[in-house]
């Protein structure tokens, strides 16, 4: 055990010359295998679009694309029966990953969430690419770890940084990427991984550019910043992005249980009633399936209706939920910024109807809808205001969407909403019991961060209650590396590294996270 711990903290002390290398060989495998899945879905919602045109012609072809999606329906439901990992966005997963609490088989989960994904959005299912573009990008990380024969710390954050290139080569948002990653997936931001991530996320969001193009996913024009007089008007929409961010966070858990407690439903039954509804929506309301970029153009343009704007609300927000909560293999990344952006257009052409708002700024409150609507559901809001911009290319607006996405965070933290990936990963080692994953008695590295007014703060080492079964190896500070000493003061942005066996990861984890963190008032 001592030569294998020396072994590992002389590999710790170059983390940051071989991850960063490392990174960007999984930001180059993953950019690719990410492309294609972005590539192959293109041409799904292309062919589902040509099927829907004929089948509203032909009522024989009508009667032949409901047959075809039931046999789809079948397929997905024993993909996700065959490797229940690649059900929802795989978001969830990835985060129980690094936290030991999961363990995912890249072999299984890549093939299967590739063919899922693809049905799925051929289907019109209203889900995102997104989320699995993150989980397929994880995975890519774990499997060049495995493949290099990398031990368990250096397998987290190749998952991290292969995370990281998915966000990257989905999004075309490189800083969204790495934000989300560190905010969402890693919940730390040491320079290590930093470093690391970076490059992954560049180097995926260079080759997925190469063949997509560099130009921003969306198209439409926002014009100048919105002048002070108007912000009023920005810190109403906020409340209202963050009582509904709250409601679809609840109304998502909510119809997922629906899903899981029907005795008469199994992982492939319950995707007929998303895919039969995306058949009869694909002849009366085709704008509704598929991811829905459209109806954000649609909504930025402003020459929709308010009745028109609800409309599309309601049925895309009542879809989308059908879709996701039957365990469909897609995510909610990119349909709940389209309920943003509808949102805010439906709010901005009232204000401009009875309100007094300029026209010309409906534009803006769709962009910075979305900003706020993801940052209320996702409370990730750092990575929501660097997401919008890279997607928008507009960086005149950062103040207002700053602004918005607070009150919106401030109003669904205030309704006691938990983030949605949290509850979903709650739900999901629910279901599995809890269980972790067997010790391999390999000797894992983990990092924490200590945050201010928490339990550690201003403590000596040695007055403080360690987790059974770790070690604490080493205290970075400011750019140094401090061995751990009885009578240490622990002080606010000091990074502990801590070493466990495996089987012990999630409970110093457990443990850990929540001394660190802020105390709660």
């Keep these: 055990m001592e030569k294998d711990t020396t072994h590992l903290m002389k590999r710790a002390e170059r983390f940051k010359t071989i991850l960063t290398a490392e990174g960007f060989l999984v930001g180059a495998v993953a950019g690719l295998v990410v492309l294609l899945y972005r590539v192959i879905l293109e041409y799904a919602g292309k062919g589902m679009n040509k099927v829907l045109e004929y089948a509203r012609q032909e009522p024989f072809a ?17 993909l996700v029966k065959y490797e229940p990992m690649i059900s929802g966005s795989g978001i969830p997963q990835v985060e129980g990953e690094m936290m030991g609490k999961l363990n995912q088989v890249w072999q299984r989960v890549l093939p299967a969430k590739f063919l899922g994904g693809f049905l799925s959005l051929f289907a019109g299912l209203s889900l995102g690419r ?25 397998e987290k954050y190749l998952i991290t940084c292969g995370a990281s290139a998915g966000l990257a080569a989905a999004f075309h948002a490189p800083l969204a990427g790495v934000m989300f990653s560190l905010e969402e997936i890693h919940k730390n931001f040491s320079v290590s991984v930093l470093i690391s991530v970076m490059t992954a996320s560049i ?14 996913v969306f198209q439409f024009d926002v014009g100048t910043e919105m002048p002070p007089q108007y912000y009023w008007h920005i810190v109403i929409l906020g409340v209202i992005l963050g009582i509904m961010g709250a409601f679809y966070n609840k109304m998502t858990m909510w119809v997922q249980g629906l899903y899981l407690k029907s005795k008469k439903l199994n992982e492939t039954t319950r995707l007929f009633i998303p895919f039969f509804l995306a058949g009869v929506l694909g002849l009366v309301m085709p704008r509704i399936l598929g991811s829905g970029h459209a109806l954000i153009d649609m909504a930025a343009e402003g020459n929709l209706m ?11 927000f009542l879809f989308s939920l059908i879709c996701f909560g039957s365990g469909a293999p897609g995510g909610i990344f990119f349909p709940l910024l389209v309920l943003g952006a509808l949102l805010g257009g439906a709010y901005s052409t009232f204000a401009v109807q009875y309100m007094g708002l300029d026209a010309s700024y409906i534009s803006n409150m769709v962009l910075l809808a979305m900003a706020g609507y993801f940052t209320a559901i996702v409370r990730a809001p750092i ?26 965070y401030l109003v669904a933290s205030a309704l006691k909403s938990e983030p949605i990936y949290e509850s979903l990963l709650s739900g999901l080692l629910k279901r599995r019991g809890e269980k972790l994953p067997e010790g391999t008695g390999e000797k894992i590295l983990q990092e924490f961060v200590i945050c201010h007014n928490s339990l550690l703060q201003d403590k000596m080492i040695q007055q403080i209650e360690w987790p059974k079964n770790c070690l604490l190896v080493s205290i970075k500070r ?39 963190a802020e105390k709660k008032e």
């Design 62 to 78: 009508a009667v032949l694309w409901f047959v075809a999606l039931f046999v789809i329906a079948c397929i997905v439901g024993k």
């Design 478 to 516: 400011g750019g140094n590396e401090l061995i751990p000493k009885g009578r240490t003061i622990l002080f606010p942005g000091d990074v502990l590294v801590t070493l466990t066996d495996e089987k012990d990861a999630p409970a110093v984890y457990d443990y850990m996270e929540e001394v660190c």
């Design 203 to 216: 180097t995926a969001d260079y080759i997925s550019s190469q063949f997509m193009g560099f130009q921003p």
């Design 383 to 408: 990575t929501g205001i660097i997401l919008i911009f890279e997607m928008t290319g507009q960086v005149s607006q950062m103040l207002s969407m700053s602004l918005v996405s607070i009150v919106a």
């Design 306 to 316: 308010l009745t028109s704007l609800l409309i599309l609300f309601a049925a895309k």
């Design 130 to 154: 997104e989320g699995p573009s993150i989980q397929i990008g994880a995975m890519t990380g774990k499997a060049v770890s495995q493949t290099l024969d990398r031990g368990k710390t250096e």
